[in-house]
């Protein structure tokens, strides 16, 4: 598998949805850094030619990539340049910092009743997949009832109202 160069300011993925798909690592700009400094997230995926890979995780923290879509990298560098083909999926990232056991609970629960992927990044964000856009508003509906915060990470679907 092929890795990306190390840098101190990557954001990772402990256990991407589509694990078994994946052949390499490939990274994405991270826009706006905590620290103003460069970061980078390290994506999981699938080599399709030299230059094009299919992502194989839900980004945590870059924006207009989701799973399933096939960007292009440049050459020997492995950061990803653009998508050239969209999935159609789209990402929901929803923020738990002060909420309780019971609202992670309930929402692992509709997640999992909906059948849908999702990855969990320490402490406190979930990166959920929506595969199509009646999908993603019915899951914007129940985040909204819930009052739990939320953003669309990928442009795969056209989002309802902001949260």
Known sequence: MTQV???RHVVVHENPVWRERSSTMIRAAVPNPPDGGTWFEQLWAR???????????IPFATYDYALGDVVE???GDYTVKRVTERSG????????ADASRETWDELQGMIRFRGLLF?????????IDVPDEQTARDVEA???KAKLRYELGSSGYTPGPES
């Not at 999926?89 to 738990?96: E, H, N, Y």
């Not at 990855?119 to 964000?125: G, N, T």
């Open 89 to 96: 999926r789209g990402i929901l990232r929803v923020w738990l």
């Open 47 to 57: 080599k399709i030619d030299d230059l094009h890979y299919e992502l194989c995780c």
């Open 119 to 127: 990855e969990f990044r320490k402490p406190a964000l979930v990166a």
């Open 142 to 144: 129940e985040l909204q």
């Open 5 to 7: 160069a190390a840098s």
């Open 73 to 75: 990298v440049g050459a």
